[in-house]
Structures are given as structure tokens and as C-alpha cells.
């Protein structure tokens, strides 16, 4: 049975879908099943079997994995194909000072909070303050952060920030599938709130510096205790 769904663009009440390309569509669909480790860290990915799972020709998926090998998810081994990269302490070690650091620039580079955007980001945060799945954390962690960045004008810093949350989505996943918590600070996310809206970003820079801190900290802790 085919996962995916033919791409198309519809009109209706003077509003488009947006056309996704296969490829993407292809792309997402394995990025889901690594991170719900349906892809065993260092397991071998088969492009035959992911294209009659997917009822799609090899192109696609091959196109799809040459994508996730840049992107930190794979590993290519000449001759033998590609294996889903393990996590690792380094990895995490690298790629959230990078984060946190491309947040800051996207934060001191926003625009000033509108009243509608200081509400959708209440809102986001009292669902967090609420939610006890830990997977719908994580989304709702995700959103929050994108909605406090969304207008620094810099779709190419915007999408950077997006593909080191892919990265870090698989560690986030396997933590929570083990220890069945992703730490989440809904305090530290008000306090950043109040002083962007007082106009002291130099205040919230080190706050939002120490929010992905604390999620690193976590994450490498847990790594340590299970032996990674």
C-alpha cells in the first residue's frame, strides 16, 4: 500500500494548497521512521525496500538519503550503501552551541513583538505548561521558538535554525522513548517574553542561551548513563 499521496495543487474559496514535491514528501517520510527508530541507529538502509514501502521508484529515495547523509542523519560507506548514523556525545556537544547561537542572531534580528504574536506565544506556552505527552512537547517546544523568531527576515537563517532541530529531533525522540520526559522550561520562555517586549534583547539573549544549554545538559547525561 502506497504511504505517500500524489502532490497536487487545488484551488477553493480563493486559497491554494501548495504542491509538495515527491522528493520532499519521500525525504519526510524517512526522517519519520528514523526518529521514531523504526531505522535502528547504524542499521543499513535498503533503497529497495524503503521504494516498495513507499510505492515510489528508487530515484526519489535515493535522492532522499544523499539529502539526510548532508544533513547528519546518515552515513555513506562506499560499496555498501547507507547506514543510520548512531547518536553520539559529540554530536550533541557540536551542533546545540550552533543552535543556540544562530537563535540569538535570529532573536536580536526580529522584529518587535506584536500584540498577536506576544498572544500566540502565551498560548503555546500554557499548552506546553500542560501537556503531558512528551512527544506533543517537543512540537509545541519547536513552535514556540519559531514563532519568537519568524520575523528576522532571514529565511536562510530561518531554515539552518530548522535542519540543526531535525538533527537534534532524534535525540529529543530517543530520550523521550527512554527516560519519557523532555525537559522544557515554560518559566525561562516567559521571562524571554517580557524582555523582548521591554526591549531588553540583550537580557533574553542569555536566557535563551541557557534554555538549549539545559536540553543539552539533559541529553548528554542521559547518553553518559546509557552507555553511548
Not at 522544557?184 to 538549549?212: F, K
Request: glycine fraction near 6%; hydrophobic fraction near 45%; charged fraction near 30%.
Amino acid at each position: 500500500m502506497a504511504l505517500l499521496q500524489p502532490s497536487r495543487t487545488a484551488h477553493g474559496n480563493g486559497r491554494a494548497i501548495t504542491r509538495v514535491p515527491l522528493r520532499d514528501q519521500v525525504h519526510h517520510a524517512i526522517i519519520e521512521r528514523i526518529l521514531r527508530d523504526e531505522l535502528k541507529a547504524s542499521a543499513r538502509i535498503s533503497d529497495t525496500a524503503l521504494a516498495r514501502e513507499l510505492d515510489v521508484s528508487r530515484t526519489p529515495i535515493r535522492e532522499a538519503l544523499l539529502r539526510l547523509e548532508r544533513e547528519g542523519f546518515l552515513m555513506a560507506d562506499v560499496g555498501r550503501g547507507f547506514f543510520v548514523k548512531p547518536l553520539s556525545h559529540a554530536e550533541v556537544r557540536d551542533v546545540y552551541p550552533v543552535l543556540w547561537t544562530l537563535e540569538v542572531l535570529a532573536l536580536r534580528t526580529a522584529a518587535p513583538l506584536t500584540e498577536d504574536r506576544r498572544a500566540a506565544l502565551a498560548g503555546i506556552n500554557a499548552q506546553l505548561e500542560g501537556e503531558d505527552d512528551p512527544e506533543r512537547r517537543i512540537d509545541l517546544d519547536a513552535r514556540w521558538h519559531r514563532t519568537l523568531l519568524e520575523t528576522c527576515g532571514n529565511e536562510y537563517l530561518l531554515g539552518t535554525i530548522d535542519a540543526m532541530k531535525r538533527v537534534i529531533r532524534r535525540y529529543e525522540y530517543a530520550y523521550m522513548l527512554n527516560a519519557g520526559f523532555i525537559p522544557v522550561s515554560t518559566r525561562t520562555h516567559e521571562q524571554i517574553v517580557a524582555h523582548v517586549v521591554a526591549g531588553e534583547i540583550e537580557d533574553a539573549v542569555p536566557l535563551l542561551e541557557s534554555n538549549w544549554r539545559f536540553s543539552m545538559e539533559s541529553l548528554l547525561g542521559w547518553l553518559r548513563d546509557d552507555g553511548e
